[in-house]
């Protein structure tokens, strides 16, 4: 098992997470979790029944703890840590009510984000020992956007900008709206100085536009391998290179070897498959 530890995630962000995700759960009350009786005490375990990246524990710890604060969990695994199939991932002991009311939403949270974790530390292993460093994209699911990233990062891969103002990446879009890609690099040099400037291209015809606007990073949109290999050649380094756009598992080895510096997989956090966890209470 090998273990990324990671900054822990902003408490503020845990917290609205969790309690957005029980208030759609628990709505007016759950009425099933009333036949049990309130002061009852019990006890679980969480299993992995599948290999895994483990993540998500804040916001699994947190939604037992909106219902009972004294809510015990001790970790058999750490955040970021490899398991195999039928590996005991933690023991949980509190109230009753707490622990069978909080249990799909603190497992929707661990199954959802090691599933991001997991998907994000196969392609970081599938460029191993090459320059290219994989990255996330905003393709993430609606308001969960700093919990996937995070756990990209738990999985070894590593973030691409948070959203629309930390970074500039000029599209197709901007670049028609603005005229040509030059003047949509000058207005934006003009603005947010400095703040990261990249520029997505679709032809050469467009990277060498790019290559004399001075930014910081061109994103190959799109390009065929053998295209890839020929951008690389042109820009030379003088530039970082980006590639971005139906990038597969399979296939991203043969593009990390061409010698970009990153690789974009929108698939991270958009095509999410959660992990099988199984959590058994004892009274």
Sequence with gaps: MRETPQPPPDPAVVSADVRRALAEDFGTGDVTADLVAADAQ??????????AVICGQPWFEACFREFDPQVRVDWRVGEGVRVEAETIVCDLRGRARALVGAERSALNFLQTLSG???AAAQYADAVRGTRATILDTRKTLPGLRFAQKYAVRCGGASNHRIGLFDAILIK?????????????????????PDLLLEVEVENFEELDEALTASVDRIMLDEFSLDDVHRAVARVAGRVKLEISGSVSLEGARALAETGVDYIS???????????DFSMRVTM
């Excluded at 019990?42 to 290999?51: G, M, N, T």
């Design 116 to 118: 991001t974790a997991t």
């Design 265 to 275: 997989v929108g698939a991270l956090t958009k095509h999410v498959r959660a992990i």
């Design 172 to 192: 197709e879009n901007h670049i028609a709206a603005a005229g040509s890609l030059s003047a949509a690099v000058r207005a934006a040099r003009a603005r947010h």
């Design 42 to 51: 019990a006890q679980a375990r969480v299993i992995a029944r599948e290999a």
